[in-house]
């Protein structure tokens, strides 16, 4: 069965610091991978997606995410925090034309 | 603005009530998708469509019920037989056919039972 999982559901990080997130995933066949953003009481909003080719891939708002295969990982990343990313990010797996989504992440940044 | 829109945005229900979430898109896409969203849970479907006229149940499609009469909408009805519904419920719409496409969301609507 294809899943999705994101390790810890806060992270703190100060402001300035790398932001890193985690997302592993299973799947039986080549995935598409997607991470998302939420902000409070809103819809979500995509950041980047992994398709095939290039194994890391460059998002909106600095962010970016490397997909390895044999870690089934798919990792987000920013080098320098800032406040106005305090959101709730989602990993999602394409499966069979739906998404299946992992718990969430909320990222908090420390001033 | 192309987009999807979602309303209301704050919604109060009775107990023993139905109520109709709507959801309108006009990004010309073929699939739309309800969501719900509790907190610590990520994101569960409830049902989607990927054409007019023919919707499939979700993952959690009891309780709830919906219509696919045009391309543009696709409401989202919560029966009384829907033991939880509050929560966040987000619709989403996607092209159909491409495996690696975007999912487009609403703003959701929070729908609280009093």
């Known amino acids: 069965a294809q899943s999705v999982t994101q390790l810890g559901s806060h992270v703190s990080v100060s402001e300035g610091a790398l932001v890193l997130l985690r997302c592993n995933y299973s799947?039986?066949?080549?995935?598409?991978l997607f991470w998302y953003v939420q902000y409070p009481n809103q819809g979500l909003q995509l950041l980047l997606k992994?398709?095939?080719?290039a194994t890391l891939v460059k998002g909106i708002n600095g962010f970016e995410a490397e997909f390895k295969k044999s870690e089934t990982s798919f990792h987000l990343t920013k080098p320098s925090a800032h406040m106005s990313d305090a959101a709730e990010y989602f990993c999602?797996?394409?499966?069979?034309?739906?998404?299946?989504w992992g718990a969430g992440t909320k990222l908090i940044i420390k001033p | 603005d192309g987009g999807i829109t979602q309303s209301p945005k704050y919604l109060f229900r009775k107990e023993g009530q139905n109520v109709t979430l709507s959801c309108e898109q006009n990004?010309?896409?073929?699939?739309m998708y309800w969501y719900r969203q509790d907190p610590g849970q990520g994101l569960r479907l409830i049902y989607y469509?990927?054409?007019?006229?023919?919707?499939q149940k979700g993952d959690i499609a009891e309780g709830y019920s919906v219509s696919r009469e045009k391309k543009e909408s696709f409401p989202l009805t919560v029966t009384s037989a829907q033991k939880n519904p509050t929560a966040f419920y987000l619709c989403?719409?996607?092209?159909?056919?491409?495996?690696?496409?975007?999912?487009?969301f609403g703003q959701g609507t929070r729908l609280t039972v009093v």
């Open positions: 990004l010309n896409h073929d699939a």
């Open positions: 992994y398709t095939t080719g």
């Open positions: 989403a719409s996607s092209v159909t056919g491409a495996q690696n496409t975007e999912a487009f």
């Open positions: 999602a797996l394409d499966s069979n034309y739906q998404l299946i």
């Open positions: 469509s990927q054409i007019v006229n023919d919707f």
């Open positions: 799947s039986s066949v080549p995935p598409y």
